[in-house]
């Protein structure tokens, strides 16, 4: 079955620094997401991507974010001076043309220390 | 602000029992619904779309009541590999192509 890979799996931060999560969506896969879990609390949706643009993003998606798909495989998101709070799990997703339901990534875990 | 409300429980059930989750959501204007699983630690795994009409797939049961805002989610016959978190979702458009709107999830842990 197609995967989404996220790398890494747990990457951890000092304050201020600058990160960047990687993603490998499905390939023939077009619409692409970022979501974080902090821990204990629910699923929320960062930014959504389309032919080469966000095309949609939420209010924590500030300046401090971006969005990129360099190669048209990697999919990546970067923060660009990370604080404590943006300590939690990052789900990458894909979703193919007229499909129903994401594919979700297995997800990096940031600790910013 | 659109929000997808559930209770967190945790339900804890026997082998063989039957549960159900319940769930609202707070935007009319969401056209699917979704419920997903998350085990501990793990990413989110679509279970099943929930359509008005009502839908089923082996011993799980969807319901969705627009009027109400209401969603559903039956389990029947339990099994201890159903303990994990159940996600309600929405999305306000036809499909998936668009931000969803999670819950903070129902916990069930089905004992032996």
């Known amino acids: 079955e197609p995967e989404v890979t996220q790398t890494p799996s747990h990457q951890v931060t000092q304050m201020g620094q600058e990160v960047i999560l990687r993603c490998v969506p499905i390939?023939?896969?077009?619409?692409f997401y970022w979501y974080r879990q902090i821990l204990g609390q629910k699923v929320e949706f960062l930014v959504s991507?389309?032919?080469?643009?966000?095309?949609?993003k939420s209010e924590i998606f500030d300046d401090q974010f971006s969005v990129e798909r360099p190669d048209g495989s990697n999919f990546t998101l970067k923060i660009r001076s990370t604080k404590l709070e943006d300590s939690a799990m990052y789900f990458c997703a894909s979703e193919g043309q007229g499909d129903y339901g994401y594919t979700f990534g297995s997800g990096t875990r940031l600790t910013v220390v | 602000r659109k929000e997808v409300e559930q209770d967190p429980g945790p339900f804890n059930v026997p082998e063989g029992a039957t549960v159900a989750f319940n769930c609202t959501y707070s935007?009319?204007?969401?056209?699917?619904f979704f419920w997903y699983r998350q085990d501990c630690r793990k990413e989110p795994k679509l279970l099943m779309s929930?359509?008005?009409s009502g839908n089923e797939d082996g011993r799980f049961t969807a319901q969705l009541n627009r009027a109400s805002q209401y969603i559903s989610l039956l389990i029947r016959d339990s099994k201890l590999s159903d303990s994990a978190t159940y996600l309600c979702v929405a999305n306000e458009k036809g499909g998936s192509q668009g931000n969803l709107i999670f819950g903070k999830g129902t916990k069930l842990s089905v004992k032996p």
């Open positions: 390939s023939n896969h077009l619409y």
């Open positions: 991507f389309y032919n080469n643009e966000i095309s949609e």
């Open positions: 929930v359509y008005s």
């Open positions: 935007n009319s204007a969401s056209q699917s």
